[in-house]
């Protein structure tokens, strides 16, 4: 398969340890931030709206600083609550302290653990999202699996990531608003993404198998819903 940057290397895994340390999360807070300064994280938002995510108990896997899920509950009914989990202690106490910021800590919790072995009983949650975190999950299957026993029957998702054959033009923009020293990581991140048919791969044989996956400029997005009971 080849894109407008050439043929699709195969996919080389990336580190499934998350960005652990303060200095890291910090960077990435910031890189983070800027991206939801210049609106374009709304976006992503607007992905999980349109996949019926606009209220209830909502859980957000690979949360990092918290942007995804804070822009997310801000425009949301006051009723609604998020939980966040990420694998690294530092991402979370810059989730934290921007929940605080937002003026949003009393609607949001914050859990460290992997999506390996999500640490929340069956059927907790309302709707699931995450973005630009399944490239990291050493094990894809086994992760959204977790992410289906821990929504209700009826529940939504929505997955969001970046794209192993985003064209030329595209990376490069990407790559121009990511800090110098975020760059490295971020190529690494594009060559660990997948390709829509290999996402469609992955889900075969899965409680996921009937999900929507569908190609957007700066990546993919995963949407469907759990079937029940």
């Known amino acids: 398969m080849a894109s407008a940057r050439g043929t699709v290397a195969p996919r080389v895994p990336e580190t499934d340890e998350g960005l652990?340390?303060?200095?890291?999360?910090?960077?990435?807070d910031e890189m983070q931030r800027h991206i939801r300064d210049n609106g374009w994280l709304q976006e992503k938002i607007d992905d999980i709206l349109a996949a019926g995510i606009d209220s209830g108990q909502?859980?957000?896997?690979?949360?990092?600083?918290?942007?995804?899920?804070?822009?997310?509950?801000?425009?949301?009914p006051g009723t609604a609550r998020l939980t966040g989990l990420d694998i690294s202690p530092a991402m979370l106490r810059r989730a934290g302290a921007n929940a605080a910021e937002y003026g949003l800590r009393d609607r949001c919790v914050y859990e460290c653990g992997t999506v390996l072995q999500l640490p929340f009983e069956d059927g907790r949650f309302d709707h699931v999202?995450?973005?630009?975190?399944?490239?990291?999950?050493a094990e894809p299957v086994t992760a959204l699996k977790e992410m289906h026993r821990v929504l209700r029957p009826g529940g939504r998702y929505c997955v969001s990531d970046l794209r192993r054959d985003i064209d030329r033009t595209t990376f490069q923009f990407m790559k121009a608003n990511i800090a110098a020293d975020m760059r490295p990581g971020f190529r690494t991140s594009i060559r660990s993404s997948y390709l829509t048919s290999e996402v469609e791969e992955l889900l075969k044989?899965?409680?996921?198998?009937?999900?929507?996956?569908?190609?957007?400029?700066?990546?993919?997005?995963?949407?469907?819903?759990?079937?029940?009971?």
């Open 58 to 76: 909502v859980l957000e896997l690979g949360c990092g600083p918290g942007y995804l899920g804070l822009e997310w509950l801000r425009q949301a």
């Open 205 to 229: 044989g899965t409680a996921l198998e009937s999900a929507v996956v569908t190609q957007v400029q700066m990546g993919l997005v995963i949407t469907g819903r759990k079937e029940g009971p």
């Open 20 to 28: 652990q340390g303060d200095e890291l999360a910090l960077k990435y």
């Open 129 to 137: 999202i995450s973005a630009s975190s399944l490239h990291e999950w």
